[in-house]
């Protein structure tokens, strides 16, 4: 006899994202409002298999319940659906933890996001983000929880109406079930539908039918469950005999996603070590992909028990692949923590990722639109491998698509841009930036336009690290157009025209001088350039100096002291500097030009000038000279 009943119920506030997310989601127009138990379902399935994997150290957890089920009653009378599960069940301070915070990263940004964006769009948002739990409240107007931990004496229940509090107590134990979750939904008038036989075993099949745990359907209090999912592990049968629709709803039960997998893999690895893998690659980006804390998503099993999502299965930059191995080696009875030591999972590990990046590559080499979909999608989480991933760095190469200067907005390979290299270029040129469109029109592209030279247009985060890594392709060093006197003067222009240096007449070569001792320590040099055809200047790194953007990235983290002075350089065919160039050395406008010339040229870097002030003064000297 168990005196718990008489402790007060204490109602707590939810925490303030879970307040947010349930105001999203009772108020979302969000159509497919079925999702709900799908996501209540995969609660009651990870449940039974947290059991099972408990249950091997420790059997008196299982007691004479040793088969995990999950029962679904309908209620029509009292407008009721209850979901029930046998698994691990969850205390009271377990029930407040779970069900008053989120705990997955991202949340905060994620909601943001979607208090920012419009109708439609903030459902599909609300789908990438796999609704969970609190989804319930979309049909309900009322939950309850009623729980009892496995191997516990004492059980509890949860009980809100999603409006900002729950409430937690003690309950007999005759009131939760003998082990595990009972959660009961008093749904809305307008969600009667979820009552009906019918409607609920239609959608259980189509959502949840292959769970690894049975499910049974109960359509009236008292009545005999009939099984309607026998909980089979699908990747355990064969491939032959599964449709496409059942790898689809295994994907999106599996994964909480709502769109079709893009690519589905699904093979028995045989010989050292035997596994089954089913993963998937989802056909959209998931809302947390650049989430720092976003960890993979491959579970482990071994002989079909859960035993963690944790393991670490794929390298960090395949962490949009959703699925599962399942391996027959694995010892079951020893801890995660030595699992994740094993050699056997090292191995499961290289197997799994150089299998996925194979068949990525069959898909690129297949079926190009389909990769490209992909790539837009994952290319700037797949190229983190670039510098992550040494060993696979060739593949991962070969796997890249990149926007050029020539390619007018397709993707192409290195490959592609090694096959048209002009005569005497001896590296692959990039640009990197944040916006492809202004890299596009960057001035430090135009000599390289001029000559006909392809430059990969790297825009994403991600591209000033790898790039500038000491990569190569076939032997051939990938360079930034920012950085170091070019081999360009190498290359002749498309109309013939001398390079820089002889370009450059005695006075312009007088005024570069001049801009030098101007500009100081500003600078490290003043030189003609290679680069430019039609703007007057543009800033470029020195010789043995880093990508300017990466610089850029690294002193806005503060991981850079002190930043390397760029080089200056100056078009000696530009009309303007011919012009400069002639002036009369007293000249005073010379040495406000130097200053603005080497402004101009941070501002199309998108920086600000050196000194705001004394710009705006240079700029206003000149403009009134020029309309006095
Ligand atoms: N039937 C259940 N039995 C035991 N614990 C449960 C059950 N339902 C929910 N929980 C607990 O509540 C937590 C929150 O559930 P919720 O569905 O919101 O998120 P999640 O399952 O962790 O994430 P996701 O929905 O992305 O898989 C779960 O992690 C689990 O600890």
């Not at 009552?195 to 075993?201: F, G, H, P, Q």
């Not at 003067?489 to 007088?510: K, R, Y």
């Amino acid at each position: 006899m168990t005196t718990t009943t008489e402790a007060a119920p204490e109602t707590r506030s939810f925490e303030a994202d879970v307040a947010k997310l349930l105001h999203l989601m009772v108020h979302s127009v969000y159509s497919d409002k079925d999702v709900f138990l799908r996501e209540l379902i995969s609660n009651a399935a990870d449940a039974c298999e947290k059991l099972r994997y408990e249950g091997l150290s420790d059997a008196s957890l299982l007691g004479d319940d040793g088969q995990p089920r999950i029962t679904v009653t309908l209620d029509p009378k009292s407008r009721r659906l209850t979901i029930e599960d046998n698994g691990i069940g969850m205390s009271e301070a377990e029930l407040a933890d779970a069900l008053g915070t989120i705990a997955r990263s991202g949340t905060k940004a994620f909601m943001d996001r979607i208090a920012g964006a419009k109708d439609a769009e903030g459902s599909q948002l609300i789908g990438q983000f796999g609704v969970g739990f609190y989804s319930a409240f979309m049909v309900a107007d009322q939950v309850d929880v009623f729980s009892r931990r496995a191997g516990a004496d004492s059980a509890a229940t949860w009980t809100s109406d999603g409006l900002g509090t729950y409430t937690i107590r003690p309950v007999e134990l005759a009131e939760a079930p003998a082990r595990g979750t009972r959660v009961v939904l008093h749904l809305k008038e307008e969600a009667a539908g979820y009552t009906e036989d019918y409607t609920i075993e239609r959608t259980i099949k189509t959502q949840s039918g292959h769970v690894p745990v049975p499910i049974f359907l109960k359509d009236a209090q008292g009545s005999e469950p009939k099984q309607i999912a026998d909980g089979a592990a699908l990747w355990t049968r064969a491939k032959s005999e599964i449709t496409a629709d059942e790898y689809k709803d295994f994907y999106r039960s599996a994964a909480g996603q709502f769109d079709e997998p893009a690519l589905t893999l699904h093979y028995r690895a045989e010989g050292l070590h035997e596994y089954t893998v089913l993963a998937f690659i989802p056909e959209t980006k998931p809302f947390d992909l650049f989430d720092p804390d976003r960890a993979g998503r491959m579970k482990l099993y071994v002989r079909r028990v859960f035993i963690t999502d944790e393991a670490q299965i794929l390298p960090r930059y395949l962490r949009f692949v959703r699925g599962l191995v399942d391996s027959n080696d694995l010892p079951l009875n020893v801890s995660r923590e030595m699992i994740q030591e094993s050699p056997v999972l090292a191995a499961i590990q290289r197997g799994v990722s150089n299998r996925v990046l194979s068949e990525l590559e069959k898909l690129a080499a297949n079926e190009t639109a389909a990769y490209l979909k992909l790539w837009d999608e994952f290319g700037p989480v797949l190229k983190e491998g670039l510098y992550e991933d040494f060993s696979r760095r060739e593949t991962l190469l070969g796997l890249a698509r990149f926007k050029t200067t020539t390619s007018v907005g397709e993707w192409r390979s290195v490959k592609d841009y090694v096959a048209d290299l002009k005569d005497n270029q001896t590296a692959i040129y990039y640009a990197t930036g944040n916006d492809l469109d202004r890299l596009a029109t960057s001035p430090q592209l135009e000599g390289f336009r001029a000559r006909g030279i392809e430059v990969l247009l790297l825009a994403d985060p991600v591209d000033s690290f790898w790039a500038s890594s000491g990569i190569d392709f076939g032997g051939k060093p990938f360079k930034s157009v920012t950085q170091g006197i070019s081999d360009l003067s190498l290359i002749p222009l498309a109309d013939g025209a001398p390079p820089a240096a002889e370009a450059a007449s005695p006075s312009v070569t007088g005024f570069i001088a001049f801009v030098k001792a101007t500009l100081g320590d500003a600078v490290s040099d003043v030189r003609p350039s290679d680069r430019l055809t039609e703007s007057a200047v543009c800033l470029v790194a020195p010789e043995q100096g880093m990508d300017r953007q990466l610089e850029k990235l690294l002193a806005g983290a503060g991981r850079l002291d002190a930043a390397v002075k760029p080089v200056l350089e100056i078009n000696p065919r530009h009309a303007l500097v011919e012009k400069l160039s002639a002036l009369e050395e007293s000249s005073d406008i010379r040495a406000d030009a130097a200053h603005l010339l080497f402004d101009e040229a941070r501002i199309a870097d998108g920086e600000l000038p050196l000194d705001p002030r004394a710009f705006s003064a240079r700029l206003m000297r000149l403009l009134e000279r020029g309309t006095a």
